[in-house]
């Protein structure tokens, strides 16, 4: 057995996590196409809308849920990457209100840099996921490659009725966030070497947490729209739901949460991931700053791409004392006010 000591991922690989995402603005101009191909009929969501996963019946009121998810590290500890990866591709069975029930493992690895007994350690990191989503790892795909990458390919079943896309949201509906904010500011900082050790482990802590409530949403008749909040940070997020739903939408600055108070402290030393930066050149113009923050912060915080993060949940006002209730049985007891409303007042987002 080889020695694994020494091996920090994060220095294997030029991007870290749903920061590696391609920006919105560059990915529309991939998926651009003339060419036209006909759905199948039992194809109930997929690639006309910006979703979190594909939804194909079975017949009757049964769907399968399907997606897919990789990247590169955002952690160097290759146990918890693994885990990070395989929480993170899960959630998108949740943010559709499914039930996930397999995975296959999707493994990039630089065999003559990092020996293959720290893959072994990413693997076994899934393993330990799937097995607390309650499915399992059956398989898998592996390369050779430059740098280091993990994911995973993911199923899931669901009622047809009970299917959350990020397009039904309406006017009046109230917004929750199931997790904070500042990931990527985190990891970018101890990334750089800058994390206060009062602050280690906390990103990751946050982003191994699976978003199993998506499943109980799913049942809810209240909840109108859900996704989850990952590389396109906070506000990429609002605005594909906004603009999937014909709606805008006004949140409050000071109700959204953060991984911890002062943030600040990381941004004045320059600890903004890259993809922030291309998260706003592609939709900065689709946003209006009425909170008196300056642009750069709201910027540096809200558009800041998170990984494994939370789900945003668009809920009928009479819904929220269920969403409450909800949230408090399964220890969310921090994000029970809304951060916000949607509109049809006007179209982007507005924040107060």
């Known amino acids: 057995m080889e020695n694994i000591e020494g091996f920090k991922l ?14 919105p ?23 006309h809308s910006k979703d979190d996963a594909a939804v194909y019946s079975i017949g009757g009121d049964r769907a399968i ?18 885990r990070i990866a395989s929480a993170n591709a899960i959630s998108d069975i949740y943010a559709m209100g499914g039930d996930p029930i397999l995975a296959i493992a999707i493994l990039g690895w630089p065999v003559a840099k990092i020996p293959a007994e720290v893959a072994k350690k990413v693997i076994e990191g899934s ?20 740098e280091p990458i993990f994911g995973l390919s993911v199923n899931g079943t669901i009622e047809v009725s009970n299917i959350k896309t990020n397009s039904g ?3 009046g509906d109230l917004l929750f966030l199931t997790k904070p904010l500042g990931v990527g500011i985190l990891t970018t900082a101890e990334k750089k070497g800058m994390l206060s050790k009062s602050d280690i482990g906390l990103a990751s802590s946050q982003m191994m947490v699976l978003n199993k409530i998506g499943t109980i949403l799913g049942g809810e008749t209240t909840v109108n729209a859900m996704t989850d909040v990952t590389g396109f940070g906070l506000l990429g997020h609002l605005v594909e739901m906004c603009e999937g739903s014909d709606v805008g939408a006004e949140i409050e600055f000071g109700l959204i949460p953060f991984i911890i108070d002062d943030l600040s402290y990381y941004l004045d ?6 993809g922030t930066i291309r998260n706003w050149d592609s939709y900065g113009h689709k946003i209006l700053n009425k909170s008196g923050a300056d642009d ?43 951060i916000g409303r949607v509109t049809d007042e006007f179209r982007g987002v507005r924040i107060k």
């Open 10 to 23: 994060t220095e294997y690989s030029h991007g870290a996590g749903c920061g590696c995402k391609i920006s």
């Open 25 to 47: 603005k560059i990915l529309d101009q991939i998926l651009e196409s003339n060419l036209t191909i006909p759905d199948s009929k039992n194809l109930i969501v997929g690639n």
């Open 65 to 82: 849920i399907s997606t897919t998810d990789f990247f590169m590290p955002i952690v160097d500890d290759p146990y918890d990457f693994g």
């Open 127 to 146: 393993r330990s996921i799937c097995l607390e989503a309650g499915i399992p790892l059956a398989g898998g795909h592996s390369i050779d490659s430059p």
């Open 169 to 171: 949201a309406k006017n």
């Open 269 to 274: 030393k320059g600890c903004i991931p890259g």
């Open 296 to 338: 750069d912060r709201i910027r540096n915080l809200l558009a800041d791409p998170q990984t494994s993060g939370g789900l945003l949940v668009s809920v009928r006002p009479e819904g929220k004392p269920n969403m409450q209730r909800i949230l408090l049985e399964n220890g969310m007891h921090n994000y029970l006010i809304p």
